[in-house]
């Protein structure tokens, strides 16, 4: 059973790690406690499942529970703190900017093959080896005890995501793509991801009861983003 129940508050997963206490002129105080090492590794089984976790070794499975934690897939990071606003429990600080490039300097951007070792693509060859490579984007964290900034490989959709989106009504300038990096890579995990250009904000994938696709809806800025224009 997954310990946590999944919420849409500021891209954390919320349950019984968070208590909250009411005042009498209206106020909340929220106690926000760390999930435990052993609650992340349940979760994080339950996630890619049984056959998957059982072939990792044990570091890339604290590698690969350390990079879900820190994107809010499974458990909550930090320490143990009282927060008077359930809107400051994010992830993310503001950054960055878009950057362009065209067919004569596209070779600039870096990728996946320049960072992540040869085996762990093998787990997302799909993507990692598809002409679908679209840029690169990262993003700062905050109560991330294993890492302070995260990044990703953006690729476009292919017909079947192309089906789960449909029915999302883009604003202007946003776009969606899907993106993996070197610790997904370890769990054989591509996510979906809406990104909006003009303004430089990520919106991240959250679970539904089925196949469709489904976005949070308070953005996080990036710290930068690299996207081959022609290929949009």
Known sequence: ????????????LIGDSIESKKFADGGTMWRFKPSTPEEDMDEMRELIGQEKFDALSSQEKKDLAGYLKAKGEIGLPGKEEDIEDISALQYYNNGGAVKYYDKDNDWRIGRPSESIPKERLER??????????????????????YESIADGYLYTLDDYDQGL????????????FRYFNDRTALGYMTFMIKINLEKGLLYFSKETEDDTAAFDTRGVKALWINIIQHKL
């Open 165 to 176: 989106v449909k029915n999302i009504k883009l604003k202007q300038g946003e776009y969606i």
């Open 124 to 145: 997302v060859k799909y993507y990692a080896t598809s002409g679908n490579f679209v840029g690169n984007f990262g993003w700062k964290t905050i109560n991330n005890p």
């Open 1 to 12: 059973m997954i310990p946590f129940i999944l919420a849409a508050v500021g891209g954390f």
